[in-house]
């Protein structure tokens, strides 16, 4: 078993920046991939960004927060980041992170196994 617990959410203003954990136990962290979706009120899951095993010298991100995101990684830790700067209202949504995927380069939850339970941001204007 795979526990992740997200922290760092909060209410900001647009053009703010807030850093979320992902806190992870149960499993050799290092070995695996991680990533971070976001869900919107009303909307789907979608894909934010992913980290490669080890030492994450590999990202991805959707295009949505491309050059605004950094995922990071700090293996002895056993957390995963997500730096979030110029946050846009469009940003608010509960954010959760995730243990894949099992295809790199895949933006598809089915891809992940182990998720958090979520933290929320939300982004004033």
């Known amino acids: 078993q795979v526990q992740l617990v997200e922290s760092g959410g909060g209410l900001v203003q647009a053009g703010d920046s807030l850093r979320l954990s992902c806190a992870a136990s149960?499993?050799?962290?290092?070995?695996?991939?991680m990533g971070w979706f976001r869900q919107a009120a009303g909307k789907e899951r979608e894909f934010v960004a992913a980290?490669?095993?080890?030492?994450?010298?590999?990202?991805y991100y959707a295009d949505s927060v491309k050059g605004r995101f950094t995922i990071s990684r700090a293996n002895a830790k056993n957390t995963v980041y997500l730096q979030m700067n110029s946050l846009k209202p469009e940003d608010t949504a509960v954010y959760y992170c995730a243990l894949g995927p099992r295809v790199w380069g895949s933006r598809s939850e089915k891809e992940y196994d182990y998720w958090g339970q979520g933290t929320q941001v939300t982004v004033s204007s």
């Open positions: 149960g499993r050799t962290f290092s070995r695996y991939a």
């Open positions: 980290i490669s095993w080890s030492g994450g010298s590999t990202t």
